[in-house]
């Protein structure tokens, strides 16, 4: 079964190399909340963003459009083990599928200008969603990166 | 630009029928999270599972499968004006990406059972992610929703 998806706008960001965002890394959980870019939703979707500029919080579902081959066992940044692909936010997985949650700084018509980017220039974009109290969970464990976490 | 996707698993829920979602509705924060269901990872991808136990909360990426055409201006359950698709979480959007963070009770092999479904029966999963403390938002404003769950 293959699916088939359009993108509906692209990723302008300061990091233009995969070397850039590494450097910053998954464990560094504010890393990238100061990273400001840009949202552009191409024309033919713009109508969609009506209302959008009441929520403080996007997420937005974007493409890992320069990861070739994906693994199903990779290695964290900074981490010493192999893990389950799904158990990560790495970026070689099936699909190819990225996930943050922006802060929403600014609209100009079918810009949006955000701040928390963590994703490489030229992402194309697949949805953009509102992040609400429903998306905030209580009493969250986080596994393998626990240690990780205490260790840096 | 076409991108081709390949489902990674499919979902197990109680709600065989689109009916049977609505009636619980967007606006109700609490209202899916304690439907049960199962999330099996097809065989090919079991190994990317490794070390996913140690998360309580997972974040899943899937396909609105019976949706039809997308609007870009719908009206969301109980509300009684038309919004920008991006600004809700209307199934009837460009690409009909579902975005849900589900709670796992346990894992058995390549099925996850989890609590918080709020998909339709037989919906593709495109991807899963651990939920971490980067994604839990403070001080969030949420636009139109605000006045409807004041009302409700």
Chains 1, 2 share one sequence.
Do not use: C, Q
């Not at 560094?28 to 939703?41: K, N, Q, R, Y």
């Not at 990225?98 to 994703?119: A, P, Q, S, W, Y």
């Not at 697949?126 to 992040?131: A, E, R």
């Amino acid at each position: 079964m293959k699916l088939k998806f359009d993108p509906i706008g692209i990723i302008h960001s300061p990091f233009k190399r995969k070397e850039d965002i590494n450097t910053l890394g998954f464990s560094s959980a504010t890393g990238f909340d100061e990273v400001e870019g840009e949202i552009e939703i191409f024309k033919k979707y713009e109508k969609g963003l009506k209302d959008i500029e009441g929520f403080s919080h996007l997420i937005i579902i974007f493409l890992f459009h320069k990861m070739g081959d994906y693994y199903l066992h990779v290695k964290p940044y900074l981490d010493k083990e192999l893990r389950g692909v799904f158990s990560t936010r790495h970026p070689k997985r099936p699909n190819k599928i990225g996930f943050t949650i922006v802060k929403l700084l600014e609209r100009n018509k079918n810009i949006l200008k955000v701040k928390g980017i963590d994703m490489l220039n030229g992402s194309p974009v697949l949805d953009i969603k509102p992040y609400t109290h429903r998306d905030k969970k209580e009493n969250i464990k986080i596994g393998w990166l626990e240690g990780l976490l205490n260790k840096y």
